[in-house]
């Protein structure tokens, strides 16, 4: 599907739809819990489906039941084999590859898109140790044998998903175990966010000098109802639109939360945006926008929308330590350049990110999603800045994580045609 969005003026109040990195994790602990949970979702998305769906196939009942999700706990006994199809979700995979480890003697997990592509190696290895054998290290994969409590040392500057399932799964060992981690942690708010939702469920993870210790033979207690909060990644797309020249406001967003990318905020505020935040959201209003330097180390998703920001921001914009950004749905530093370049930035790829000058306005013209939610969002972002239309190619790939992205865009002014 191919939109034709067309330079407007956002303004409005729009409820931020839930945390897809919430949802994915209160599912997997409803799954593991010791009786059924109720679970708040605004808004459902393919990946949050895609976990839905594979737990499902493990043995959780999850149902639908007055606008919320039911699910039903695992039952004790289970087949001996299990296929789990993860889609496109890298979190479904990473998440519950260690589970599926754990609880069945032999298990497969499946992906499409750029899922087959990104990398499981280093988690493969970890639980190898641990008395799995895998036939592969990308996705499809089959794995044998179950792991066993112990030391699981893992890089920290790879993917924050590989920690954040094992500290699903090491709970439920015999014995206790440790997350030794190798490098530094990146995306740390995942893990921490990761630790926050096991906590509701009455786990325990420790900090400590070496990554992460974890008391094994706990039980996972449901707290009866929970709700996912609301999505900070998501809503920084229409925050920065507000930037542009509108005024934005989300309902539902914490300042509280551990969502890394809350962070948002802080960077239009620096970008010479107004801001104005409190328990009930956030609003942002256009300012005088300057050049600053971002380390997206811990924000790596926030890059391309960031980068529009900074291609109408007077100076010169320099965004560093984003290369995970290359194992994403697509190379999001290429598809960033790729997408700001064809719309009249000056931009210049890095070693590790992109430096880019801002101008007074984009052109416009055509671009291509590269299959990737965050491009496709944030190219209509850019709309706001461009003089002519912008043809965004492929956006279809909003529904890995909203859906109703472009409903909400149009609900705010913004005039977005299927072309």
């Not at 819990?33 to 594979?54: E, L």
């Amino acid at each position: 599907m191919d939109m034709k969005i067309t330079s407007s003026r956002l303004s409005g109040t729009l409820d931020a739809i839930s945390s897809k990195s919430f949802a994915h994790r209160l599912l997997i602990c409803a799954a593991l819990a010791d009786r059924p949970t109720r679970i708040t979702v605004n808004g459902f998305s393919d990946d949050i489906n895609a976990t839905i769906r594979c737990l499902k196939a493990m043995g959780c009942g999850i149902v639908t039941q007055d606008g919320a999700l039911l699910a039903e706990p695992l039952g004790k006994t289970r087949p001996s084999s299990v296929v789990l199809d993860c889609g496109e979700s890298g979190s479904t995979a990473r998440f519950l590859l260690p589970l599926a480890a754990h609880l069945f003697e032999n298990f497969t997990l499946t992906g499409s898109g750029r899922l087959p592509g990104r990398p499981f190696a280093p988690l493969c290895r970890a639980l190898a140790g641990a008395g799995c054998s895998f036939d592969s290290d990308t996705l499809p994969l089959t794995g044998t044998g179950k792991i066993q409590a112990g030391d699981f040392s893992i890089a920290g500057d790879v993917s924050s998903q590989f920690i954040s399932g094992l500290l699903f799964a090491l709970p439920l060992f015999d014995g206790d175990s440790h997350v030794v981690l190798t490098t530094p942690l990146q995306s740390s708010g995942y893990v921490y966010m990761t630790i926050e939702v096991l906590a509701l469920f009455g786990i325990e993870i420790e900090k400590d000098e070496r990554g992460f210790f974890v008391k094994g033979n706990q039980c996972y207690k449901s707290p009866g109802e929970v709700k996912a909060e609301g999505d900070w990644s998501n809503a920084a797309f229409f925050l920065c639109m507000g930037a542009l020249g509108g005024e934005v406001s989300l309902r539902g967003l914490s300042p509280r939360s551990t969502q890394g990318d809350r962070e948002v905020i802080d960077i239009l505020r620096r970008f010479g945006a107004n801001t104005n935040t409190g328990d009930g959201g956030c609003t942002v209003t256009a300012g005088s926008l300057r050049a600053i330097s971002i380390d997206a180390a811990q924000i790596p998703d926030l890059v391309p929308v960031l980068a529009v920001i900074a291609s109408v921001a007077a100076g010169e914009t320099k965004i560093f330590n984003a290369q995970r950004l290359r194992i994403k749905e697509s190379d999001r530093i290429q598809s960033t350049f790729d997408l700001l370049s064809g719309l009249g930035a000056d931009v210049r790829i890095t070693e590790d990110g992109l430096e880019i000058r801002g101008k007074e306005k984009l052109v416009g013209g055509t671009v291509d999603g590269s299959g990737d939610h965050r491009i496709v969002m944030a190219a209509a972002t850019a709309a706001c800045a461009c003089e002519n239309p912008v043809v965004i190619r492929g956006c279809e790939a909003v529904n890995k994580s909203y859906p109703s992205f472009f409903d909400d865009y149009r609900a705010m002014g913004g005039v977005a045609d299927v072309v």
